[in-house]
């Protein structure tokens, strides 16, 4: 499990790859990986990856086919938002998150006000129900609060904090982002259809 705060921006360096998918060497940049034991899992971009090897202050992860076909940012070189799994005695500053992306969404609008960045982005419609106007959403693996929702598409502030400690400030219209539903929104649903259905 993860909270969203991304912790820091790593970089993938390189890419290997393997019989299937790739082996991806990340460059852990601000993130103290000193506790990092191999078998740990530590989000890139919002999916959840275990740690293969350690060399410095890199580490590698293996990708599958699977998840390199149902998210984006893990196919080449590049920043990515890092954060480690939580410990059961940590704050949780966003909201849970389990690492595992729901859908890729795509940037409509990303407009200046003020020093803030108004972010909207439509969801895949299989997800948007379980999008609430005020409730939360991972995007990149950033924990982010919705200001409104019309239909597929939502919106979303960004404060200077967070332009400035991850990759959303690098977002533009028309890129591709990874998305997480909020899991409470996942098991009502769930629950309610079970009713619904027993």
Same mark, same amino acid.
């Given at each position: 499990? *993860?909270?969203?705060?991304?912790?820091? @921006?790593?970089?993938?360096?390189?890419?290997?790859?393997?019989?299937?998918?790739?082996?991806?060497?990340?460059?852990?940049?601000?993130?103290?990986?000193?506790?990092?034991?191999?078998?740990?899992?530590?989000?890139?971009?919002?999916?959840?990856?275990?740690?293969?090897?350690?060399?410095?202050?890199? *580490?590698? @992860?293996?990708?599958?086919? #699977?998840?390199?076909?149902?998210?984006?940012?893990?196919?080449?070189?590049?920043?990515?938002?890092?954060?480690?799994?939580?410990?059961?005695?940590?704050?949780?500053?966003g909201h849970l998150v389990s690492g595992h992306v729901d859908g890729v969404g795509e940037v409509l609008r990303f407009d200046a006000v003020?020093?803030?960045?108004?972010?909207?982005?439509?969801?895949?419609? #299989?997800?948007?129900? *379980?999008?609430?106007?005020?409730?939360?959403? @991972?995007?990149?693996?950033?924990?982010?609060?919705?200001?409104? @929702? +019309?239909?597929?598409?939502?919106?979303? +502030?960004?404060?200077?904090?967070?332009?400035?400690?991850?990759?959303?400030?690098?977002?533009?219209?028309?890129?591709?982002?990874?998305? #997480?539903?909020?899991?409470?929104?996942?098991?009502?649903?769930?629950?309610?259809?079970?009713?619904?259905?027993?």
């Amino acid at each position: 499990m *993860f909270s969203g705060i991304v912790a820091a @921006v790593g970089r993938i360096t390189q890419l290997t790859p393997r019989e299937v998918g790739y082996r991806l060497h990340v460059d852990a940049g601000k993130l103290a990986i000193a506790d990092v034991a191999l078998g740990d899992s530590i989000a890139h971009n919002g999916v959840c990856l275990t740690v293969v090897a350690k060399e410095g202050n890199s *580490f590698m @992860v293996d990708v599958s086919p #699977e998840t390199l076909s149902c998210t984006v940012g893990l196919d080449a070189p590049g920043p990515v938002n890092l954060e480690k799994a939580l410990r059961l005695n940590d704050v949780i500053g966003g909201h849970l998150v389990s690492g595992h992306v729901d859908g890729v969404g795509e940037v409509l609008r990303f407009d200046a006000v003020g020093d803030n960045r108004l972010l909207e982005i439509r969801a895949p419609k #299989e997800i948007a129900k *379980f999008i609430a106007r005020k409730g939360s959403i @991972v995007v990149n693996g950033t924990s982010l609060t919705t200001n409104d @929702v +019309n239909g597929t598409d939502f919106t979303i +502030n960004l404060i200077p904090h967070t332009l400035e400690n991850t990759t959303l400030h690098l977002l533009a219209p028309g890129a591709k982002v990874n998305l #997480e539903v909020d899991l409470i929104a996942r098991y009502c649903e769930r629950l309610l259809s079970a009713e619904r259905e027993g």
